[in-house]
């Protein structure tokens, strides 16, 4: 028996439920569905994320941003919002798996929330480089 064989033979499958393709995408999507149900309504930093989508959306109509200005909007807003996803994710495997309070624990945690602080850092740092100069230019300068 070849490695790849032996690799194969031992991996375990994920329990995939029966049905149809289409019942399978359904019921996928509307796991999904509550996955972003479940982090607005109990992970806090879910809703300053909304809250600032909601916000840079609106900013965004008023300073008549050009596409590819709003390319970068959408995506840091959806890369924002899906890394906090990975995030609250990740946290909640760790918590399966111990109670305890463990160094590895902290790391995997504390570096899984760096990611989204790292993201929201360089979306408002791109943020700032679109909307100053077009408020600027209103205000007069």
Not at 4 to 31: D, V
Not at 70 to 91: D, K, P, R, T, Y
Not at 93 to 116: N, Q, V, Y
Request: proline share 3%; net charge neutral; with cysteine.
């Amino acid at each position: 028996m070849g490695l790849l064989e032996r690799i194969f033979r031992r991996t375990p499958k994920r329990n995939k439920e029966q049905g149809s393709a289409l019942e399978r995408y359904r019921k996928s999507f509307l796991h999904a569905i509550e996955g972003i149900i479940y982090c607005l309504r109990f992970e806090h930093n879910m809703i300053i994320i909304v809250i600032a989508t909601i916000v840079v959306t609106l900013c965004g109509f008023y300073f008549h941003l050009h596409p590819f200005e709003w390319l970068f909007v959408i995506s840091m807003c959806g890369a924002i919002s899906a890394c906090e996803m990975i995030n609250s994710s990740m946290e909640a495997a760790i918590d399966l798996c111990t109670s305890e309070i463990h160094p590895l624990a902290k790391i995997a945690k504390d570096t899984a929330s760096s990611a989204t602080l790292i993201l929201c850092i360089t979306s408002f740092i791109g943020a700032c480089i679109i909307f100053i100069p077009k408020m600027i230019e209103i205000l007069g300068g």
